[in-house]
């Protein structure tokens, strides 16, 4: 193994993010202001996942 392979994520200043802010988010992500919260709503509600979950519900709703 003369050539190893690391992943080395990408930092929020090469991804174009604001500086990490204590005050509305922590570093595990496990407890975050309600705006980033409706900010990955927002997000999650334009996904394509979102929109097949939301397709079959309304697909076995009419079967009810």
């Not at 992943?7 to 005050?23: E, G």
């Not at 709503?41 to 996942?49: R, V």
Request: aromatic share 4%; glycine share 6%; charged share 25%.
């Amino acid at each position: 193994m003369t050539q190893d392979q690391v992943f080395v994520p990408k930092t929020r200043s090469d991804l174009n993010l604001p500086p990490f802010d204590p005050a509305r988010e922590d570093s595990a992500g496990e407890h975050v202001s309600k705006e980033v919260m409706a900010e990955m709503w927002e997000a999650l509600g334009d996904s394509p996942i979102s929109a097949a979950i939301r397709s079959g519900l309304q697909l076995v709703g009419l079967q009810i």
